[in-house]
């Protein structure tokens, strides 16, 4: 139970920290390699390039679980009781039917450049490796969507049984 607790509390955060000192190795890597031994390598650009990607769409669902979206917390703490909650609920509601909508577009991009066969010029990697990123990040993001919801609904419930007394 306290893997499945860490899990839900960091993957993503522990997922993008993976991401970010690989790359930053990788851009060091070829920094070192292009200066100091007057020869760079082809592949780095273009993995730092993905793995880039790749972190973009996993820090979807890590803002929408730490709530860092872009929110205008003035019109919320204006708004008194049980109706700020109200408000969370909606944008969370908003939130999971927008990545609802775009992951299966997403999906089908990635099924369209599977069956091309096409693959990245200087690694050779499948693409649907790299397109596949989004629909991985928007269904990420809609369990984090619905996770808001319920602890929204939660501290609702516990608001108010908290004003009943």
């Known amino acids: ?32 390699m292009r200066y100091v031994l007057g020869d760079s390598l082809t592949w780095a650009e273009e ?23 872009v929110q205008i917390t003035m019109v919320r703490d204006a708004i008194p009781g049980k109706g700020k909650y109200i408000l969370m609920i909606l944008v969370d509601v908003i939130c999971l039917v927008l990545y609802a909508y775009m992951t299966p577009s997403a999906y089908t991009l990635c ?10 010029p200087a690694l050779g990697l499948p693409m649907w490796i790299i397109y596949i990123s989004p629909v991985l990040g928007f269904i990420l993001a809609m369990i984090r969507s619905a996770q808001n919801i319920y ?11 908290k004003t009943a007394r």
Request: aromatic share 12%; with cysteine; net charge positive.
């Open 1 to 32: 139970m306290k893997v499945v607790k860490w899990l839900d509390e960091h993957l993503e955060e522990f997922i993008l920290m993976i991401m970010c000192v690989c790359m930053a190795c990788i851009m060091m890597l070829n920094v070192v």
């Open 47 to 69: 993995l730092t390039c993905y793995i880039f990607v790749w972190s973009s769409f996993m820090s979807i669902s890590y803002c929408m679980r730490k709530k860092l979206s």
């Open 111 to 120: 099924t369209q450049i599977s069956r091309m066969g096409a693959t990245s």
């Open 151 to 161: 602890f929204d609904l939660r501290d609702m419930k516990a608001f108010g049984a």
